[in-house]
């Protein structure tokens, strides 16, 4: 079986997300209502008694690595991506083998303000790659309850421009469009269990930017470090053979 079938069959079997139709028109124009268990917001990081993590450089800071430009995520998002929806109309006839992306034990999907909990299934693939190698990671130094929160994934054409009236420097064109990207914030983490082994948010921050760098040196997305979200804006790539034809 192919590597990407197999993790996508393992992201189905811990509940991250779920690629079975929903039978309402307005389900990706319409904020989700639906829980988990896992959307638990976790407790307030502790402040003290941290023990440090062990890191492994990853060849310079976050900002140096991870700087791929909007042309160069918009690239990926077209060839890889659905066509971008700006009604129901597009809902029905674009979103085929869209998956609905849910909070589980890897990750925390945040209250969506002007995005919608869906990917295509390569993105949502490497989504869950991405957090079962911080929880690997993380388990593999010592231990600690921490789950990364992703902040964005799907807009519509009214959600990016919904979002540049609060946020001038958000992009009228987005690589979010395509279903193909999504945001991780680096600055916030979710602590389940208060009693497990602290650690601090900024190597939290750098181990999750190590799992990222690995996934990237691999070809599997591009990444820019964004500072004022203090997130990762991640894109799934294209296959080679599509960006090749340009």
């Not at 189905?12 to 638990?40: F, I």
């Not at 993105?123 to 600690?144: E, K, P, V």
């Not at 914030?185 to 208060?194: E, P």
Request: a positive charge; glycine letters at 8%.
């Amino acid at each position: 079986m192919p590597l990407m079938a197999t993790a996508a069959m393992a992201a189905v079997a811990t509940g991250c997300y779920d690629s079975t139709p929903d039978s309402d028109l307005a389900v990706l124009l319409q904020p989700q209502t639906s829980s988990t268990v896992w959307d638990s917001r976790g407790y307030p990081a502790p402040d003290n008694g941290c023990r440090r993590l062990p890191l492994r450089p990853i060849g310079g800071s976050l900002a140096s690595v991870f700087s791929d430009l909007n042309g160069v995520h918009m690239e990926h998002a077209r060839r890889a991506g659905i066509k971008p929806i700006e009604n129901s109309r597009d809902a029905w006839l674009n979103t085929s083998g869209m998956v609905h992306v849910r909070s589980c034990d890897l990750f925390l999907v945040d209250r969506l303000t002007h995005s919608y909990s869906y990917l295509t299934e390569d993105a949502a693939t490497l989504l869950h790659d991405i957090c079962r190698g911080f929880a690997d990671s993380l388990a593999s130094r010592g231990g600690g309850a921490y789950r990364p929160k992703v902040t964005s994934m799907l807009r519509t054409g009214s959600s990016v421009r919904r979002l540049r009236r609060v946020n001038r420097n958000a992009s009228s064109e987005s690589a979010h469009s395509y279903g193909t990207t999504f945001d991780l914030s680096y600055s916030k983490f979710i602590c389940d269990d208060t009693t497990a082994t602290k650690r601090t948010f900024e190597d939290l921050k750098n181990l999750l930017g190590e799992i990222v760098a690995g996934l990237r040196a691999q070809g599997r997305c591009v990444v820019k470090h964004e500072r004022r979200q203090g997130c990762f804006h991640i894109t799934v790539c294209a296959p080679t053979d599509s960006l090749t034809s340009l």
